[in-house]
């Protein structure tokens, strides 16, 4: 309830109207179009405003739901906590258990197996002992492994909860027959909607998959007689979460909400439409060059999982796409959960972005276009018949394709890879080639460049030295050098910058390639005399001009071999010149 000394501060800050924002805006942009400037499109088709209001949100439904309530878009808890998952991956079931022992005592809230060849319940039992308090993951479960764990909870029911991420649409046969007698606190299934997005979907099309899966797996059950309410309560929903932030969150919320719709379809209790979430930190943004960088990603990932609601999430230690984790990257992993739940108390409120305009509204545009993308799919005859047709492998194709273009002309960056990359690292010697190849990345092929060069100078061969030659205008020389810098460091060439006053100051240095900073205007009389200064001491040296001038063909008659630009393709760029400086490209 407002007090009178309320109602007198808010007086001193009256409203802005859309109009004054506007002009405001329009008067910063000195007559600039704000819809090119602002406005920003992203991969999911979604023009996002530079700015929303409260009236942006009048027309949205299920706003002003609170937390823990149908449909479940501000959470399907009305508290903020999450369970810290971690993952064990050995083969031994009694060194895993005491990995996983030791995890728990230094924060794990749940285990997550990843690697469980057991033999038998005897191997089972040593796997799990010590941990019935614990909740535990399944991550590669089968057919044998769910009946052993159907046998031990109906002996001996562990007090906390056991869920596997066996495909839920792998056997539906199988599924029915499980489902009709799994005991409580048994999630025997999964629908992987990470496995979309570590494949290339938008966060429209993690969404639209996973729906129509579920939708798939739970008409295929009421067909063999399974209730709805049981076939929901065996069903876990994995979800990689990504650097877009707040599409990030949205898509958690928006899911919840629309599988909720689904269920209620179904004529299931609101109850049973509380879709059970493990998020995970994506891997197709992780890098093996600078690798810490990994860190600060997960950090937000991890944010935005727990801000979107997840049940249970897992952090991949920063190390995990080079090699198999150490215990530091591992501990590090853990405590970026611990340090977001106990010191940034991010688990005391659920929903905590709920109300946001912007998170509202992108939010139910995912909802949107994510329900839209799973009718398109059963009007294809299910999503089972798309998978076996190609349609969603098509679809990922095309998703993929456009992401690892934008990584490879550097309009999306990976920071540390393609952009402001460390000419002076080296990554050769910590890479488990197993490891590096696992799983689709979008800087694989930057490191590959990278690791082509180390490759090269291991087995003997020079590092190639490029020298980038600042000399005449000092506002684009110094541009064009850091330009330059950044761009050559991505294919992990040797960087020199140095200043210069002379052209045959420059012919005298000593470089495999000169990269020449300057204005435009000041190319042509720079190739005249520093080409045949090259010759004239006997040198190959190829010369580079830093930009696009429009005198580019004068340039090249003059001697110049090539321009590098913002609109130069860069891996082809610099796959191009790692053969013309001796680095032969690997069969």
């Known amino acids: 309830m407002k007090t009178m000394e309320d109602e007198e501060l808010l007086a001193e800050f009256p409203p802005v109207g859309n109009a004054e924002w506007q002009a405001a805006i329009a008067r910063d942009l000195k007559g600039a179009d704000p819809e090119k400037r602002l406005t920003w499109r992203t991969d999911e088709g979604m023009a996002v405003k530079p700015f929303y209001r409260a009236e942006d949100l009048k027309n949205l439904a299920w706003v002003d739901v609170a937390p823990g309530e149908f449909p479940y878009r501000r959470s399907a808890r009305n508290k903020g906590d999450w369970r810290i998952r ?105 629908i992987h909607g990470e496995a979309f997005a570590d494949a290339g979907a938008t966060a429209v099309e993690e969404i639209g998959f996973a729906l129509a899966a579920g939708v798939d797996f739970f008409a295929c059950l009421a067909e063999r007689g399974v209730e709805i309410d049981r076939a929901a309560a065996a069903v ?17 919320r928006a899911f919840r909400m629309e599988w909720a719709r689904v269920l209620q379809s179904f004529g299931g209790s609101r109850q049973a439409a509380k879709a059970r979430i493990a998020a995970r930190t994506s891997q197709w943004n992780k890098t ?71 998170l509202e509204t992108i939010t139910d545009f995912l909802a949107h276009e994510g329900w839209k993308a799973m009718q398109e799919i059963e009007a294809r005859g299910g999503f089972l018949k798309a998978q076996a047709e190609g349609t969603i492998a098509q679809t990922l194709e095309r998703s993929i394709k456009a992401r690892e273009q934008a990584v490879a002309t550097r309009k999306r960056v990976l920071v540390g890879t393609n952009h402001f990359a460390n000419p002076a690292e080296r990554a050769l010697d910590r890479i488990d080639d197993q490891h590096g190849k696992a799983g689709l990345r979008g ?42 810098s950044n761009f050559f460091a991505c294919g992990g060439f040797a960087i020199v910058t140095r200043r210069f006053k002379k052209a045959e100051e420059i012919a005298a240095a000593e470089a495999d390639a ?72 690997e069969s």
């Open 86 to 190: 971690e993952e064990i991956d050995d083969a031994n079931a009694e060194k895993a258990n005491r990995l996983a022992q030791a995890a728990v005592a230094a924060g794990a809230e749940e285990i997550a197996f990843t690697t469980t060849p057991l033999e038998d319940a005897d191997q089972l039992e040593k796997l799990l002992a010590n941990l019935n308090a614990i909740p535990v993951h399944f991550a590669r479960a089968d057919e044998r492994l769910i009946r052993l764990l159907m046998e031990r909870q109906s002996k001996s029911p562990r007090a906390a909860e056991i869920s596997t991420g066996c495909d839920a649409l792998a056997s539906l046969d199988f599924a029915a027959e499980i489902v009709r007698t799994a005991p409580s606190g048994f999630v025997p299934f999964a």
């Open 288 to 358: 093996v060059y600078d690798p810490h960088v990994n860190i600060l990603r997960a950090t937000t990932e991890a944010m935005a999982a727990v801000l979107g609601g997840a049940d249970a999430v897992t952090v991949t230690p920063f190390d995990a796409c080079a090699k198999a984790p150490c215990e530091a990257s591992r501990r590090l992993a853990r405590n970026t959960q611990l340090l977001l739940k106990h010191e940034a108390w991010l688990g005391r409120v659920a929903d905590a972005g709920g109300g946001s305009y912007a």
């Open 443 to 484: 800087a694989h092929i930057y490191e590959e460049l990278r690791l082509r060069t180390e490759r090269h100078v291991a087995a003997g061969g020079k590092m190639p030295q490029i020298l980038l030659a600042e000399i005449g205008d000092v506002k684009m020389r110094a541009a064009r050098s850091n330009f330059a």
């Open 514 to 585: 000169i990269v020449l900073c300057s204005a435009d205007a000041e190319y042509a009389a720079l190739a005249a005399e520093l080409v045949p200064k090259l010759k004239t001491l006997g040198r190959a040296t190829p010369v580079i001009v830093a930009g696009n001038p429009e005198n580019a063909e004068e340039l090249r008659a003059a001697g110049i071999a090539d321009f590098v630009h913002v609109r130069s393709q860069a891996v082809e760029f610099l796959a191009k010149w790692q053969q013309k400086l001796g680095i032969e490209v």
């Open 236 to 252: 876990e929903f994995g979800f990689a979460i990504g650097s877009n932030f707040f599409f990030e969150i949205a898509k958690l």
